[in-house]
């Protein structure tokens, strides 16, 4: 049950470097809500000012309408599960979930049903006697998260939780994160760096670089509307393809279409599209295109979706095909970049093949190539 | 959406003034505290380490009084007159600088033949192949559990026998290698892949030139601790130079300090002048090599 | 892949062996044997073995009171000393542990006593705890004649070789504490643990690994003590600090009674040997992690 309003957050070190600035982020009760982007891009250190770990350097972080900046760590009342888990390696797993409860004098009883009542949630009963030694990395991460539930903190934040288990096991624990966010309704934090956690886990997810935030959204909207260069490239997998272009305007009364070139073949852009560039003071000049695997579509491909609006075709040649099982990759060259293509699974291209492939218009996106900003939204 | 509007509404309530003063109250606050914190740890690290330092320190100023300044029924903590007498009469009263050197001599040459035969020993031990190896090691670390004193007459009357007594060879033989420092080594020898030492032997490199020239400069850290810890422990040696050595001319320093321990009472403060003075070798040492005998010994001996 | 090793290189290997178990054999098992073999005779004043006593001298040590005065003091002094030395090597090392201005001056300024050798110590303390001119009495206003006092006398030599023994293990409860896992602190601060609490849950059960390994060594170290015997009470007054090494070298080149001093060389050595292993049998039951 907790509200958290962060406003103008900043972390300076003494060489006026900043960690994190400007951060301002208004979270709601029950809200899931994801830090994600590279390394070195802050989201930890802005976890920890939360938490009371690091000082806070300048704005205000509001925790249920009580400004907390100054507050010591265990008077913010949240609990914390740290990457490397944070074990107590002289306590048994019982021990590592009582030990908050003990430490705030709750009686032995009471202490006794939550850590059952944990333990149960996080189908650890059985391992409640032995030592964090003795645990596996899946064992050791239920632990930790269990041993921040039993206080139903308020608030609940998680520092990269899954980074050091392996890729199934990680899968595992995140359908179960989700789960155990419905069954608790507590607000939750989560930094990671994978953008597959942050887009299954978050309702609302931050992207963040360089100690800046680009972007606050859905992932539904994160991902079909990027505000920039840098969200657009970094949420997807396999990412999105970037190529510089050049935008041109037809001469001819009737054909007066804006268009960009790609390999000299020219790619019209819908009229809402030229309409928000030239708002915006973009023709003729050189902007950054971007489309995702999946809005590149083969003949076959266009004629299952035939209402989407598509781009002339363009000639190009494979050069690799990956089978994903469900789908198929399949990667080509324009202008010496190379893209990649999502395409149905029954497509038998091989590599050395010519291919004929169709954009979607509407999931074009244009960048400015000074700034990154998106400049069709 | 409701609980958003709930803590702006909340938040919005102050003005921007009110903010900036409740900001000044609570940082002053936090600020205190942290003050607090630091002063009140080192404070608290300033009075434990004055008790810590408090014989040496207390040692270097009777070496600075007179002896006059001593021999009052005052407080006498720091000398009031102080002067650096005590220290020429002692070097005038005893050869201390006999003493001094000898200790070096022997201090250096044990600590050097320490680093050389743990070297070898721990190179064998680590990357040679041969019957009994593990008999052998287990048999070398067993050595650590005899103490000194259940060899110590048997050993005087061997080197006594042999008519070592009174010479340098007898303060230094029975110290030329340890346990330890084999142990210590071999542990940063293991750290390198058996392949480092294949490769040289490809590339035509004997064994004393792979501990020469690669294990060596590997262990850099191992080797100045064991030298630190070593010297130390050679420059404080007492009860086997006190049995061995009889004329002045071998004497190591702690010996030879005791003779002016016999002096009559008025040289008290000679005598603790003798005593700063061969305290200051061992110390300096210690102090420049703090750094390195933490790296190489106690970082590892630890994580064993 | 594996082949036997040549003879050429197996005779290489035990060449680089050489020097050190040379050493080790005349210096060190030699001795050692020689030890037990000593103390089953009665030797001449040169140290040779002339008669076959057998456990004779066992026995006459067992029956004598100044051995058992011997052992319990012994005993005692272990005990100051350990509790002593390794309390004050915690205290720093804890004091050391988080960064703040000058820590540097004051690490050196904990681990300086092991720089320091018994001898030199024992002079210092002598003119501290001097009757008439010692600082101590001066500041305590008491007039008490500290080494001469069969009282005090123990304590003093005890709590001298305390401070001498504390320096090596402040840096290896340095050590212990650099290993502790910082986030499990950050973690016990989030679960509201006050810093007295962080200490007593997190700090010392973290250090308790290297404690045991510290704990043996000390007892090691502190049974050996000599020099400060020798320089400040010479096992006086009375036997009241005549710690089993000093009673080993009074026998010995005192007395010339090489057999009982042999035989208490052995005694001594057991005793180390149980004590030590004991710990690691309390060890292998106590620490779970």
């Keep these: 049950m907790s509200t958290l309003t962060l406003r103008n957050i900043c972390k300076r070190y003494q060489n006026d470097n900043y960690a994190v600035k400007d951060f301002n982020l208004e979270i709601s009760d029950q809200e899931f809500i994801i830090f994600v982007g590279p390394s070195g891009c802050g989201k930890s250190t802005t976890l920890r000012m939360i938490a009371g770990l690091e000082e806070i350097s300048g704005g205000e972080l509001w925790i249920d309408g009580e400004l907390s900046n100054y507050l010591e760590p265990k008077e913010r009342n949240l609990s914390m599960v740290?990457?490397?888990?944070?074990?107590?390696?002289?306590?048994?797993?019982?021990?590592?979930?009582?030990?908050?409860?003990?430490?705030?004098?709750?009686?032995?009883?009471?202490?006794?049903?939550?850590?059952?009542?944990?333990?149960?949630?996080?189908?650890?009963?059985?391992?409640?006697?032995?030592?964090?030694?003795?645990?596996?990395?899946?064992?050791?991460?239920?632990?930790?998260?269990?041993?921040?539930?039993?206080?139903?903190?308020?608030?609940?934040?998680?520092?990269?939780?899954?980074?050091?288990?392996?890729?199934?096991?990680?899968?595992?624990?995140?359908?179960?994160?989700?789960?155990?966010?419905?069954?608790?309704?507590?607000?939750?934090?989560?930094?990671?760096?994978?953008?597959?956690?942050?887009?299954?886990?978050?309702t609302r997810i931050v992207v963040m670089k360089a100690g800046e935030v680009s972007q606050v959204d859905s992932p539904q909207v994160l991902y079909q509307h990027p505000v920039n260069k840098f969200v657009a490239g970094f949420i997807g997998s396999p990412s999105m393809n970037f190529l510089d272009v050049s935008l041109y305007r037809g001469y001819d009364v009737e054909n007066q279409k804006t268009y960009l070139t790609i390999e000299d073949h020219p790619v019209y852009l819908l009229e809402k599209t030229a309409r928000l560039l030239k708002e915006k003071g973009y023709h003729r000049s050189?902007?950054?295109?971007?489309?995702?695997?999946?809005?590149?579509?083969?003949?076959?491909?266009?004629?299952?979706?035939?209402?989407?609006?598509y781009s002339e075709a363009m000639q190009v040649t494979i050069i690799a095909r990956e089978l994903l099982g469900a789908e198929v990759m399949l990667y080509f060259d324009l202008e010496g970049i190379q893209f990649c293509a999502r395409v149905e699974p029954e497509n038998q291209t091989r590599a050395g093949e010519k291919l004929k492939v169709y954009f979607d218009l509407n999931r074009i996106h244009l960048f400015d190539m000074e700034t990154e900003q998106t400049l069709n939204l | 959406?409701?609980?958003?509007?709930?803590?702006?509404?909340?938040?919005?309530?102050?003005?921007?003034?009110?903010?900036?003063?409740?900001?000044?109250?609570?940082?002053?606050?936090?600020?205190?505290?942290?003050?607090?914190?630091?002063?009140?740890?080192?404070?608290?690290?300033?009075?434990?380490?004055?008790?810590?330092?408090?014989?040496?320190?207390?040692?270097?100023?009777?070496?600075?009084?007179?002896?006059?300044?001593?021999?009052?029924?005052?407080?006498?903590?720091?000398?009031?007159?102080?002067?650096?007498?005590?220290?020429?009469?002692?070097?005038?009263?005893?050869?201390?600088?006999?003493?001094?050197?000898?200790?070096?001599?022997?201090?250096?040459?044990?600590?050097?033949?320490?680093?050389?035969?743990?070297?070898?020993?721990?190179?064998?031990?680590?990357?040679?192949?041969?019957?009994?190896?593990?008999?052998?090691?287990?048999?070398?670390?067993?050595?650590?559990?005899?103490?000194?004193?259940?060899?110590?007459?048997?050993?005087?009357?061997?080197?006594s026998?042999?008519?070592?007594?009174?010479?340098?060879?007898?303060?230094?033989?029975?110290?030329?290698?340890?346990?330890?420092?084999?142990?210590?080594?071999?542990?940063?020898?293991?750290?390198?892949?058996?392949?480092?030492?294949?490769?040289?032997?490809?590339?035509?490199?004997?064994?004393?030139?792979?501990?020469?020239?690669?294990l060596m400069p590997l262990t850099k850290s191992a080797i100045g601790a064991m030298a630190v810890y070593t010297f130390i422990n050679a420059w404080n040696m007492y009860m086997w130079p006190l049995l061995v050595t009889g004329s002045e001319a071998k004497r190591t320093v702690q010996i030879g300090i005791s003779m002016l321990n016999s002096v009559d009472a008025q040289s008290i403060t000679l005598m603790i002048a003798g005593v700063v003075i061969i305290i200051v070798p061992s110390i300096s040492i210690f102090i420049v090599g703090q750094k390195q005998l933490i790296k190489g010994m106690f970082s590892g001996a630890v994580k064993g | 892949m594996k082949k036997k090793p040549s003879l050429l290189e197996r005779t290489r290997a035990y060449g680089f062996l050489l020097p050190c178990i040379l050493i080790f054999a005349i210096f060190l098992f030699y001795p050692f044997f020689k030890t037990i073999f000593l103390s089953l005779y009665k030797t001449n004043k040169m140290g040779q073995a002339k008669l076959f006593v057998g456990i004779g001298n066992y026995m006459d040590l067992l029956t004598s009171s100044s051995f058992y005065n011997s052992l319990k003091v012994t005993l005692i002094f272990v005990v100051i000393v350990v509790v002593?030395?390794?309390?004050?090597?915690?205290?720093?090392?804890?004091?050391?542990?988080?960064?703040?201005?000058?820590?540097?001056?004051?690490?050196?300024?904990?681990?300086?006593?092991?720089?320091?050798?018994?001898?030199?110590?024992?002079?210092?303390?002598?003119?501290?705890?001097?009757?008439?001119?010692?600082?101590?009495?001066?500041?305590?206003?008491?007039?008490?004649?500290?080494?001469?006092?069969?009282?005090?006398?123990?304590?003093c030599v005890a709590i001298l070789t305390a401070w001498l023994n504390s320096g090596i293990n402040f840096l290896y409860f340095s050590a212990g504490l650099g290993n502790i896992d910082e986030s499990i602190y950050e973690r016990a601060s989030v679960d509201g643990a006050s810093p007295i609490q962080q200490f007593f849950h997190l700090t010392l059960p973290g250090l308790s690994p290297i404690m045991f390994y510290t704990l043996v060594v000390n007892i090691i170290q502190a049974f050996?003590?000599?020099?400060?015997?020798?320089?400040?009470?010479?096992?006086?007054?009375?036997?009241?600090?005549?710690?089993?090494?000093?009673?080993?070298?009074?026998?010995?080149?005192?007395?010339?009674?090489?057999?009982?001093?042999?035989?208490?060389?052995?005694?001594?050595?057991?005793?180390?040997m149980i004590l030590t292993l004991v710990m690691f049998k309390i060890e292998k039951k106590g620490v779970k992690y």
């Design chain 3, 224 to 272: 050996q003590s000599f020099g400060q015997v020798k320089i400040l009470t010479q096992g006086g007054p009375g036997e009241s600090t005549n710690l089993i090494v000093y009673s080993i070298y009074r026998d010995a080149f005192f007395n010339y009674r090489f057999g009982s001093a042999a035989a208490q060389s052995v005694i001594l050595f057991v005793i180390v």
């Design chain 3, 84 to 155: 002593g030395s390794m309390a004050i090597g915690l205290l720093g090392a804890v004091l050391c542990n988080k960064a703040f201005p000058g820590i540097r001056a004051f690490s050196t300024a904990y681990a300086l006593p092991m720089a320091i050798a018994s001898s030199s110590a024992a002079m210092i303390f002598k003119i501290i705890l001097h009757p008439s001119v010692g600082i101590l009495n001066k500041l305590t206003g008491l007039n008490i004649n500290w080494v001469s006092d069969p009282k005090y006398a123990l304590v």
């Design chain 2, 161 to 214: 026998s042999w008519g070592w007594l009174d010479t340098y060879q007898v303060l230094i033989v029975p110290y030329l290698t340890s346990a330890m420092g084999i142990f210590l080594f071999r542990q940063f020898y293991m750290s390198f892949p058996i392949s480092l030492y294949e490769s040289a032997k490809l590339d035509g490199c004997g064994n004393i030139k792979f501990i020469l020239k690669i």
């Design chain 2, 1 to 159: 959406m409701e609980a958003i509007h709930n803590t702006a509404g909340a938040v919005n309530l102050k003005s921007q003034a009110e903010l900036d003063a409740l900001h000044r109250v609570m940082n002053a606050k936090a600020k205190r505290k942290k003050n607090i914190r630091t002063g009140g740890l080192l404070a608290a690290n300033i009075v434990v380490a004055i008790i810590i330092l408090l014989p040496l320190l207390y040692a270097v100023s009777v070496a600075l009084m007179p002896s006059s300044e001593l021999f009052t029924m005052d407080l006498n903590v720091l000398p009031k007159q102080p002067t650096l007498e005590n220290f020429k009469n002692a070097l005038e009263n005893v050869p201390l600088l006999k003493f001094v050197l000898n200790s070096f001599v022997v201090a250096g040459i044990i600590t050097i033949g320490q680093i050389i035969t743990c070297s070898m020993a721990a190179f064998a031990f680590a990357f040679l192949d041969f019957k009994g190896k593990n008999v052998i090691f287990m048999l070398v670390m067993a050595t650590m559990m005899i103490p000194g004193e259940a060899t110590i007459i048997s050993n005087y009357l061997t080197v």
């Design chain 1, 286 to 309: 050189k902007v950054t295109f971007g489309i995702r695997p999946e809005d590149i579509y083969t003949e076959e491909g266009k004629e299952a979706n035939p209402k989407l609006e």
């Design chain 1, 82 to 202: 740290f990457q490397n888990y944070a074990l107590y390696p002289n306590m048994t797993v019982y021990d590592n979930m009582a030990f908050a409860l003990k430490v705030r004098k709750m009686p032995k009883k009471q202490i006794d049903e939550k850590v059952q009542e944990a333990a149960r949630i996080l189908e650890i009963e059985h391992l409640l006697e032995r030592y964090p030694k003795a645990l596996s990395g899946g064992q050791k991460q239920r632990v930790a998260i269990g041993s921040a539930i039993v206080r139903n903190p308020k608030l609940f934040l998680m520092d990269e939780p899954l980074s050091n288990l392996d890729a199934k096991l990680r899968a595992q624990m995140r359908v179960e994160l989700s789960k155990l966010h419905k069954e608790l309704g507590t607000t939750m934090i989560y930094v990671t760096h994978d953008q597959t956690e942050a887009m299954t886990l978050g």
